[in-house]
T-cell receptor
């Protein structure tokens, strides 16, 4: 099983809303990632969790708040977003945060901020 | 200069052609290399991964790494219309003790029936 499951698949939210994106994997991976992808662009790294601890925050605005409740789950809490935050949000996981390890991606949540 | 360079295409080929997709990189700290395929509005799907110079084959796909030239390639034999997608190269390096995946911009491939 190499599946990373993301919910919801689509989300439309207003600029004053609070919503959460969820990501789950049952591969025993200990590193999990959030990426943002705009149309026709590569994924851009937002956050890395390694062994449930935040290890990288790529200077992401505080309106994005990640959370890793346990080794299988990763959330991204959204609050007061802007229309330019509309994008495909991808979760990924890897066996560990290390050099020789490949990442597996979920299908993404397509977020539209209105 | 970007750390990883990849021609965005689009690259159009006839069905059955051999496709060559390439990435160059500037930082010799990159040690592990991956190729992903991404269909429109879907997440990237891992195709190949390798860390050593040379070739690695899996079915119709061959990944090639030349660390001395800082150049990686993905070859697709007997290309099919279903191979039409964006192909992203990715590689890992360390930053502050944690490893990051750095992606190329992706090459859009169209295989014409």
């Amino acid at each position: 099983d190499t599946e990373v499951t993301q919910t919801p698949k689509h989300l439309v939210m207003g600029m004053t809303n609070k919503k959460s994106l969820k990501c789950e994997q049952h591969m025993g991976h200990r590193a999990m990632y959030w990426y943002k992808q705009k149309a026709k662009k590569p994924p851009e790294l937002m956050f890395v969790y390694s062994y449930e601890k935040l290890s990288i925050n790529e200077s992401v605005p505080s309106r994005f708040s990640p959370e890793c409740p346990n080794s299988s789950l990763l959330n991204l809490h959204l609050h007061a977003l802007q229309p330019e935050d509309s994008a495909l949000y991808l979760c990924a996981s890897s066996q560990r945060s290390g050099m020789n390890t490949e990442a597996f991606f979920g299908q993404g949540t397509r977020l539209t901020v209105v | 200069q970007k750390e990883v360079e990849q021609d965005p295409g689009p690259l159009s080929v006839p069905e059955g052609a051999i496709v060559s997709l390439n990435c160059t990189y500037s930082n010799s700290a990159f040690q592990y290399f991956m190729w992903y395929r991404q269909y429109s509005r879907k997440g990237p799907e891992l195709l190949m991964y390798t860390y050593s110079s040379g070739n690695k084959e899996d079915g119709r796909f061959t990944a090639q790494v030349d660390k001395s030239s800082k150049y990686i390639s993905l070859f697709i034999r007997d290309s099919q219309p279903s191979d039409s997608a964006t192909y992203l190269c990715a590689m890992t390096r360390s930053t502050s003790g944690t490893y990051k995946y750095i992606f190329g911009t992706g090459t859009r491939l169209k295989v014409l029936a």
